[in-house]
Each structure stands twice: as structure tokens, then as C-alpha cells.
């Protein structure tokens, strides 16, 4: 099997099996959201968000730098494995230990202290599930993890839709979350020990070496979850929980779209870590492509929902969530930057950039947090919804730029300009039937988008080439 079929069938199954995830979880937020209504929604967003800031801890970027040197020399797998996972599980009971800690010691209320301390232990299975997750990338199996994932997915959909109809609690639902955590760990377990045997000797040496190359992840990663998460974290005490219900319930629809670029870059990381070694022209081509392809979905899907956003809110979550719409119409812009920022973000990881990837990210945190403090007091969940476009537009112009320096400047605007006509079209199309049903509405603005693209000729010979090498195998 060619490269470009390896990728293509390890691409197509994370996003088939993430689809399927995705729904899944749709399905539970839109009866979540209902069922708890604003206030209790938007405390049970805010705990996990919470939670995200120590679960970056648990990994501290060891997981991309072990698919990175797995991918480099295979030989390596069972030492670097073995160690890598006594690392894990002494930072995994700081990861668990330390929030509980900190919300003791706050003036939260007394509920929500209790489903942080409970919520914690989601963090320890999955610090876990996430490390067996680098065994199936390196080796393009990722079809257990999203066995795994599924499995957990479907339990503990069933357990907390068990719990609805019962007309539990808030912490029955969080406790059937941790529980369906450990189920997917076990499973995960399971399966990875198919492919690699551990060698629990501790090597300091290489513990140095993990430390050192994953350092700049580490703290990439905790600023990430700055600019991911510290919207809903200070909307809280700013505004209540009411406002986090009412931005959370538009993130959440925003959150599932992440799985097209990740299951790209879930593909293509490994791949672009050899080319750096054997083939910087095929490097290359792998990024040129991968913006092209990127853009072209995220345009259409930003303008849509955009359009769109107040038909989805009520038919999603009801009236009670209708001013989430304004903010889903905001927030869905920087869906655009995020597409291409999982390319260049990785892209500096596979060239041993990784200081710049922190350097990027790290301005965007100090351009997000001041953001917020400006904009929530006055604009409220609109304000940071604001914030978070912004500081993506931000990480795009910084993670471009060194890209450029250090490997090669791309025309972008050779790249976008044809999508961006074709989605304008097909923008206008929606714009003039919005009075359609929206479930002929998106077919057909799909089928003219795409016939756009077409006619615009979009698509180069080598683009064909491609579908011809992905199809070769039917």
C-alpha cells in the first residue's frame, strides 16, 4: 500500500469513526443542555474546562515527541514506551491531585467543588487512553483507539441518558463519565499491547531527552488550553453560570468540526516527520496540499453556519439557549484559522521547531487573556467569543511566519482565492433561500459550492492524480 492509500484509509477511519463519535455526542449535549438548562449546563462546562488545565500535565507534549522518534526508528518502541509510561504515571497523580487541591481552597460553591473532585479522576484514565493512542498513530492503526473511543462514547451516552430519564443528578452523570473513562482505558490497554512489548528499564538519560524535546510542547499545550479554555474559566466569576451555559452551548457545536483537521494531522504528522529526514520536496508538497484541502472545507462550513446559526441553535437546544446563536455566528470564524493552524503547529513539531510552536501559541495566550478581561465585561459570552477569533488570527500570522522562515512561504492567497469565490457563491445562494427548509438548504449549497470549485477549475492535474492513487485499490 502507497503512502498516499496508508494515509487516505488511516484518515478515513478516524473520521468515520469520529463522525460517529461526534454524534454521539451531539446527541448527548443537546439533551444535557436541555435537561440541566443554562445555569447547571454551564456549571458542568465550567468544571471540565476547569479540569483541562491539569490535564495538560498528565502528557506535558511527551505523546507527539514518542509518535515523532517511534516514526524516526521503530527499534526504539519498547524502551522509549516503558519509560514514557512511569513518566505518565507519576505526572498523571499530580494532574489528578492538584485541581482538587486549588478548588478547595477557592469561594466556589459547594456543588461545584464536588463535581470538580469527582470530575478529577476523568483525568487519570484519560492520561492513559491518550498515551496508547501514540502506539496506534505511530503504526496508522488508529481504528482501536476509535474502537476505544466509540465504546466509551456509547456507555456512557446510555448511562447518562439512563440518568435523565430517571431524573438524576448532576454528579450521577459526572460519576458515569469517569466510569466510562476507565472502560476506554482498559480497552485501549488491550489493544496496544498487540504492538509493542514495554521495557520498564528507566533510562534518565533518555529521560532528559523526552524532557528536553517535549519541554516546548509542554508548555505549548498549557497555553493552548489558555486560549481553548479560559474563556469559559472567566466568564465564570465574571458573568455566571449562565453566560458560560450560554457560550458553551455554541463551543460545543463548534468543538465537533475539530475532527476534520485532526484526523488529517493525526495521518500526516508522522508521515511529515520522515520527509523531514528523507525528502524535504515531498515535505513540502505535503503542506501545500494539506492548506488546500483544509481551506476548502472550512470556508463553506464557516459561511453555512454563519448564515445559518440561528436555525441550529433553536433546532439544537430550544429558545432557552436562542443568544447562543450570535455567538456561534462569531465563533465559527475562527474555525477557519483553526483548520490551518493543526497543519502549521505540527508542521514545526516534524521539523524540530517546536520552541517556535510554543513561541506562537505563547502570544496568543497573553493576546487572549487580555481579550477577555477587556471584552467579557462588556460584551459578555459575546465578547469572549470575540476574543477567541481573534487570538486564532493571531497564532495563523505568527505559526505562518516561522513556517515560512524555516521551511518554505506558501502564496496563500494563490491558495484561497478560488474557494473563497466559490463559498461567496454559495453564500449568496443561502442568503436568498433562508426561508428553505435548512435540511434541502445544505445539500444544495454543498452541490453548489463544490460545482463552483469545479468550474473554477480548483482542482489541479495532481489533485487527480491523488484520487486516482487513493481509488487505484476499489
Known amino acids: 500500500m502507497s503512502t498516499v492509500q496508508r494515509v487516505a484509509k488511516n484518515t478515513g477511519v478516524i473520521i468515520t ?36 488545565f491539569f490535564g495538560v500535565i498528565s502528557d506535558l507534549g511527551f505523546r507527539a515527541i514518542l509518535v515523532r522518534e517511534m516514526s524516526r526508528d521503530s527499534s526504539l518502541a519498547p524502551k522509549l514506551i516503558g519509560n514514557a509510561y512511569i513518566i505518565r504515571l507519576i ?61 466509551f462514547k456509547i456507555l456512557s451516552a446510555g448511562l447518562i441518558f439512563l440518568i435523565i430519564f430517571s431524573r438524576g443528578t448532576l454528579t450521577q452523570i459526572i460519576l458515569a463519565l469517569v466510569f466510562s473513562e476507565m472502560v476506554r482505558t482498559l480497552i485501549s490497554y488491550s489493544f496496544a499491547r498487540k504492538f509493542v512489548k514495554p521495557q520498564f528499564t528507566i533510562d534518565f538519560g533518555l529521560w532528559k531527552y523526552l524532557f528536553k524535546e517535549a519541554l516546548p510542547l509542554a508548555l505549548s499545550s498549557v497555553i ?47 508521515i511529515m516527520s520522515e520527509a523531514f529526514k528523507t525528502s524535504r520536496e515531498r515535505l513540502i508538497k505535503s503542506y501545500r496540499l494539506g492548506i488546500k484541502y483544509l481551506l476548502i472545507m472550512a470556508l463553506p462550513i464557516a459561511i453555512g453556519t454563519a448564515l445559518l446559526s440561528d436555525k441550529i441553535i433553536l433546532l439544537i437546544y430550544g429558545t432557552e439557549f436562542a443568544e447562543s446563536a450570535i455567538v456561534l455566528q462569531i465563533l465559527i470564524w475562527a474555525l477557519v484559522f483553526n483548520f490551518v493552524n493543526s497543519l502549521l503547529l505540527q508542521l514545526l513539531i516534524s521539523i524540530d521547531e517546536q520552541k517556535l510552536n510554543t513561541l506562537s501559541t505563547g502570544i496568543c495566550a497573553i493576546v487572549n487573556i487580555a481579550l477577555n478581561f477587556i471584552l467579557i465585561p462588556i460584551l459578555s459570552y459575546n465578547g469572549a467569543a470575540i476574543a477567541t477569533v481573534a487570538t486564532h488570527a493571531v497564532l495563523f500570522i505568527a505559526s505562518f511566519y516561522f513556517v515560512s522562515k524555516h521551511l518554505q512561504m506558501l502564496s496563500i492567497h494563490k491558495i484561497v482565492i478560488k474557494p473563497v469565490i466559490s463559498g461567496l457563491i454559495m453564500g449568496t445562494f443561502v442568503y436568498y433561500f433562508l426561508g428553505v427548509n435548512m435540511f434541502l438548504l445544505v445539500p444544495s449549497a454543498v452541490i453548489i459550492y463544490f460545482g463552483a470549485l469545479l468550474t473554477l477549475k480548483t482542482f489541479s492535474k495532481e489533485d487527480w492524480d491523488i484520487v486516482k492513487k487513493v481509488l487505484g485499490r476499489v
Not at 479560559?230 to 458560560?244: F, K
Open 17 to 52: 469513526g469520529n463522525i460517529a463519535f461526534r454524534l454521539i455526542s451531539l446527541f448527548v449535549t443537546i439533551y444535557l443542555a436541555r435537561y440541566l438548562g443554562t445555569a447547571e449546563f454551564g456549571k458542568y462546562s465550567f468544571v471540565f474546562a476547569y479540569l483541562a
Open 224 to 270: 493552548l488550553v489558555i486560549y481553548y479554555q479560559i474563556d469559559m474559566v472567566m466568564l465564570s466569576p465574571m458573568q455566571g453560570d449562565v453566560a458560560v451555559g450560554i457560550y458553551s452551548a455554541a463551543h460545543k457545536l463548534f468543538d465537533p468540526l475539530l475532527l476534520i483537521p485532526m484526523a488529517l494531522m493525526m495521518s500526516l504528522f508522522p
Open 91 to 151: 505526572l498523571t497523580v499530580f494532574a489528578v491531585v492538584l485541581p482538587i487541591i486549588i478548588i478547595t481552597q477557592t469561594s466556589y460553591p459547594s456543588d461545584t467543588i464536588t463535581y470538580v473532585c469527582i470530575a478529577a479522576f476523568t483525568l487519570l484514565f484519560m492520561s492513559f487512553s491518550n498515551f496508547y493512542t501514540a502506539i496506534f498513530q505511530t503504526n496508522l492503526r488508529m481504528e482501536y483507539d476509535i474502537i476505544a473511543k466509540l465504546t
